[in-house]
């Protein structure tokens, strides 16, 4: 079935640091991948999606590319703040109808940014 | 536009007791898909409402059930509560199976 892997965590960074989520998967066909988040106390918020090879999603700083041949799609931000602290999660779609489009997640990955 | 909203946003009960948690979806979505995430955990699927009917299940018992309305609002029923059905209870709403959005989530503790 289908599966997503993310990096052990909690990763605490400086203010102003660059920051490397890495989300590999394994999926039977050709999913759509996302990344969740989620701040303390709340639900889940689209940061950004990828729905073919070679797209790259970005929002608020943050970077990830569809990578196909590694099964691949790492956040990336360039400058993290105090304010990105929050869990990450890597997440995968297979398809658009009944529950090919569930999604199916990652463990999730604390980030912390000290100031 | 009002997003995905659900209530409670707290609920306490004991083993064996029944709970129905409820979620509005966002304006214009037609598809409620439900999640439980146990702490620490990411969120795993229950099952998905589309016109009414579910729509693809996940690896949940019937005890585990729902409904979806003609305005697409939805309500997750669990029946029997057990200790391990504690957990954060989402709600994400889409067009379709299409990208999906969150609500804020209930907190279930079962005693």
């Known amino acids: 079935g289908n599966s997503v892997t993310q990096m052990e965590g909690p990763v605490t960074l400086s203010e102003e640091a660059f920051l490397t989520i890495n989300c590999t998967y394994t999926?039977?066909?050709?999913?759509?991948l996302f990344w969740y988040v989620q701040y303390p106390g709340e639900g889940l918020q689209l940061l950004l999606k990828a729905t073919k090879a070679d797209d790259k999603g970005s929002n608020k700083g943050f970077e990830a590319t569809y990578r196909k041949e590694t099964t691949s799609f790492h956040l990336e931000k360039g400058s993290v703040q105090v304010s990105d602290s929050a869990v990450y999660f890597c997440?995968?779609?297979?398809?658009?109808?009944?529950?090919?489009?569930?999604?199916?997640f990652g463990k999730g990955i604390t980030l912390s940014v000290r100031p | 536009e009002t997003g995905v909203t659900q209530s409670p946003t707290h609920l306490i009960k004991t083993r064996g007791q029944q709970v129905t948690l409820r979620c509005s979806s966002q304006?214009?979505?037609?598809?409620v898909s439900w999640y439980q995430q146990a702490l620490g955990q990411g969120p795993q699927f229950i099952f998905q409402y589309y016109r009414e009917e579910e729509n693809g299940r996940g690896n949940f018992p019937p005890r585990f059930s729902g409904l979806q309305f003609p305005n697409y609002s939805s309500e997750l029923n669990v029946n029997a509560l057990e200790l391990d059905d504690s957990a954060l209870y989402l709600c994400?709403?889409?067009?379709?199976?299409?990208?999906?959005?969150f609500g804020p989530g209930t907190r279930l503790t079962v005693l």
């Open positions: 994400a709403s889409s067009v379709g199976g299409n990208t999906q959005y």
């Open positions: 304006s214009g979505h037609n598809t």
């Open positions: 997440a995968l779609k297979e398809g658009n109808t009944g529950a090919n489009s569930k999604l199916t």
């Open positions: 999926a039977t066909g050709y999913p759509s």
